[in-house]
Nanobody
Framework: QVQLVESGGGLVQAGGSLRLSCAAS????????MGWYRQAPGKQRELVAT???????NYADSVKGRFTISRDNAKNTVYLQMNSLKPDDTAVYYC?????????????????WGQGTLVTVSS
């Protein structure tokens, strides 16, 4: 079993900053990619940012220049630094990881999701 646990959400005023963290635990052999997605009320879940390996990043146009994704491979942890927050960034933020895990007799590849952390940006 592999679990992702997010932290760092909360209430912030527009223009402020928050840093989200997501730590993976369990029988992990390798994590190829980690990312953040978000879901606002009444909307579909959307990609925010992903990071593959240690340096290949991808961002939604709406957060480019404001959000930075980073990763500590030794800790199996991914971060999302969010600056210049806007009310439109209000959503539940979910961590995601593509994980190679050890099972009896071999390996298994999983896509794992965290439980989500709420970010609320007030105007």
């Amino acid at each position: 079993q592999v679990q992702l646990v997010e932290s760092g959400g909360g209430l912030v005023q527009a223009g402020g900053s928050l840093r989200l963290s997501c730590a993976a635990s369990g029988t992990i052999v390798h994590i190829s990619a980690m990312g953040w997605y978000r879901q606002a009320p009444g909307k579909q879940r959307e990609l925010v940012a992903t990071i593959r390996g240690g340096a290949t990043t991808n961002y939604a146009d709406s957060v480019k220049g404001r959000f930075t994704i980073s990763r500590d491979n030794a800790k199996n942890t991914v971060y999302l630094q969010m600056n210049s927050l806007k009310p439109d960034d209000t959503a539940v933020y979910y961590c995601n990881a593509d994980v190679k895990t050890l099972i009896p007799g071999g390996y298994r590849y999983l896509e794992v999701w965290g439980q989500g952390t709420l970010v609320t940006v007030s105007s």
